[in-house]
């Protein structure tokens, strides 16, 4: 070998390597002479797949044959566009088999190394092993959440800039519904196969939750981000076919910039969902390209967000209650009130609930931080129950946390450990849960509703499916959005469908409140549509546990 690709070659490619391999944490090194087509490969990776050796010829053929062979046809298009000189580099993702014959996912990310005539020279670079194939998703074959996490915290470490996407289809259970869950696993593997066709050599695609999938490029901006995404959503929603039929697909998108390294990874990935959630509820599909920027122009949000998240982390340090009284339609008198979240700290002050809960409820911290709130609210209001033993204690909860398992134990461990009456507590969801499992979801209630936990659903009327979802869960109360309330002194046509609302609640079983009431003509006018409850700002506006008690307790 030294022979023939001499010494001095040879001398410079160890020197390479060493350096390389340095920097490169976690990961196989591997250094290709393409003058030569001779590599040093890391001998753990020599070790763990059962290559040769540590120095080969041609290793690119040796290492294809490794390579699942679902994954082979665009390993070998890469390989032969950098040798040719029409790519610079590969970032990719493939299955290759290990020396007992398992497949484990790697990602491999390398690039050229030119010489002082500007012509290919050296290719260097990378190959991180995700570990056995039972890791992956099943169906995809793609890496799944944990594996995106490992991914990010390496490019972390490195401090590594790097660009994220999150691509997904809204209501694809109706798909299942409709056509059954084998047809729906083939149009899975027509989206997997369109996405790895946008995104082939350019990033690694995971797939973290249902039909949503992530794209980690350090090649892509997000304007080319952008431009691919469009053409993309176009052959979905458009083009994609399964036995003769068309699918109807909504695709949404969320994008944002992978470089705040002092920040949590976490973090940073609820700010993507924060993102996507907007594509999906305001962007009618467009891409949402998440800007770090508060709105004063003081601090960035994701700064924010991951004060906030260390601030859960540390026993919900900061974090306190305050409460808005419900109070009767037709006597005023104090009937509940509803538990709202505040954060406060010496750096940012007090921080309102709008700039960071849409955020921070989309993280699996905020089942810590929703537990602290259950328990919190239940010990401050309980001496309400002396005085006013019909009082309902409203506590709003996430879609997070109902997807939680130990959602329902939760609940009752906190009920048991309080002493708080089952009777007097509601739970407040929103129709953003409808993209629970509807049996679930009906569990959940049932199982609540049989030691007298009472449930609202929030935001009636605002969101296109609140009449069936009213049908289906049947809750106890319906809370009117404000939006219904603003104008409704000019315009009778909000009382007239205020009363029809308030109408189809009963027919449900349902109780009706009204939120947003700011003015005595507001609330004079709702008094004759037959609600049951008003709460806003007529009444009071949200306030700390002791400025409830001073106005409302032993009156």
Known sequence: MENEMGKERKV???????????????????????????????????????????????????????????????????????????????????????????????????????????????????????????????????????????HLNVLYSKREKANIMMIGIGHFSTVNEMWGYDFGNIVIHKLVQRLKEAFQNVGVLYRVDGVKFVLLSRTLSLEELSKRYEILRKEISEKLEVDGYHPSLQVYASAMEVKAFEVNPQAMYSCLEYAYNLSKEKGNGELHIFRDQIDEGRDNLLTLV????????????????????????????????????????AEYGMVPPGKFIPIIENDPIFVRLGEWIFRRAMEEIKPCLKEYPEFVLNVNVSYVQLRQDSFVAMV?????????????????????????????????????????????????????????????????????????????????????????????????????????????EQCEIIEQCGVDSIQGYYFSRPIPIESFFAQFMCQ
């Open 12 to 150: 410079i490619l160890d020197k390479l390597y060493h350096a390389f391999e340095i920097v490169a944490e976690g990961s196989y090194v591997y250094l290709c002479d393409m003058k030569y087509d001779y590599s040093r490969w890391s001998e753990e990776a020599v070790q763990y797949f059962g290559l040769p050796g540590k120095y080969m010829y041609h290793a690119g053929d040796i290492w294809e044959e490794h390579i699942h062979p679902e994954d082979q046809a665009s390993y070998h298009e890469s390989i032969e566009a950098i040798f040719s000189g029409k790519d610079l580099g590969h970032d990719m993702q493939y299955r290759a088999m290990d020396r007992e014959g398992r497949y484990v996912v790697c990602t491999c990310q390398g690039t050229v190394l030119w010489d002082k005539d500007e012509k290919p020279d050296y290719f260097v670079g990378s190959i991180r092993n995700h570990g056995l194939v039972n890791s992956l998703d099943s169906l995809t074959g793609f890496q799944n959440q944990y594996g995106l996490f490992q």
């Open 306 to 345: 991951n004060v906030v998240r260390k601030s859960v982390e540390d026993h919900c340090r900061g974090f306190l209650l305050y409460y808005q009284p419900i109070i009767d339609a037709n006597t005023h008198k104090l009937r509940g009130a509803e538990a709202l979240l505040r954060w406060q700290s």
């Open 412 to 520: 009752k461990k906190n009920l048991d450990s309080t002493g708080y009456p089952p009777e007097n507590l509601c739970i407040e969801i929103t129709e953003r849960c409808k993209l629970i499992d509807i049996n679930r979801l009906l569990g959940i209630l049932s199982e609540l509703h049989a030691i007298g936990v009472r449930f609202a659903l929030d935001d009636f009327g605002t969101g296109y499916s609140s009449l069936n979802i009213l049908n289906q869960l049947k809750c106890d109360v319906v809370k009117i959005d404000k939006v219904f309330v603003d104008h409704i002194t000019e315009e009778t046509k909000n009382a007239e469908l205020l009363s029809v609302m308030s109408h189809f609640a009963e027919i449900c079983g349902s109780k009706v409140c009204v939120e947003g009431v700011e003015t005595q």
